[in-house]
């Protein structure tokens, strides 16, 4: 912002007047476009990835139940209705699938909604190498 000179052609004297001129708005405003062009998305994905932090508790719950089932019939559970996971709670994963499951382990995922939509969290688990959590669709 600098000072500029209008020249009065009646009087011939100068009047100086302080304030933006319409091309250094609009820079101004191609910036904060740009920037936010660049911003949003991240900050979309950075969203998605704590919400789905939810479906790793859900499947952690799983996990528990499973080493339940397992203690009393000596091989993980396939039916998912068994297992009585309560998801009530959930707000962003809704869903437990039981991929597959035998006497040495179980693999688990669970699909987002709403802002995790396409989002989806498996958990592999056998009794040689414990639990891991994939996250698909980021």
């Known amino acids: ?14 009047i100086k007047t302080k304030g933006f001129t319409l091309i250094e708005l609009l820079i ?5 476009g740009l920037l936010a062009s660049i911003a949003i998305p ?13 479906a790793a508790g859900i499947l952690g719950t799983v996990l528990t139940a499973q ?18 996971v309560d998801l009530s709670g959930s707000k962003y994963f809704d869903n437990i699938v039981i991929v597959n499951a035998d006497n040495n382990g179980f693999i688990a995922k669970t699909t987002g ?3 995790c939509q396409g989002v989806e ?9 414990g639990a891991s959590i994939i996250y698909h669709g980021f």
């Open 113 to 115: 909604k709403g802002i």
């Open 42 to 54: 991240i900050y979309r994905a950075n969203i998605k990835k704590v919400a789905s932090t939810e």
């Open 67 to 84: 080493k339940i089932y397992f203690a009393q019939h000596n091989t993980y559970c396939s039916d998912e209705d068994l297992l009585e």
């Open 1 to 14: 912002m600098g000072d500029r000179t209008i020249v009065d052609a009646k009087s011939m004297g100068s």
């Open 28 to 32: 101004v405003f191609i910036i904060v």
């Open 121 to 129: 969290v498996v958990m592999e688990y056998t009794n040689a190498a």
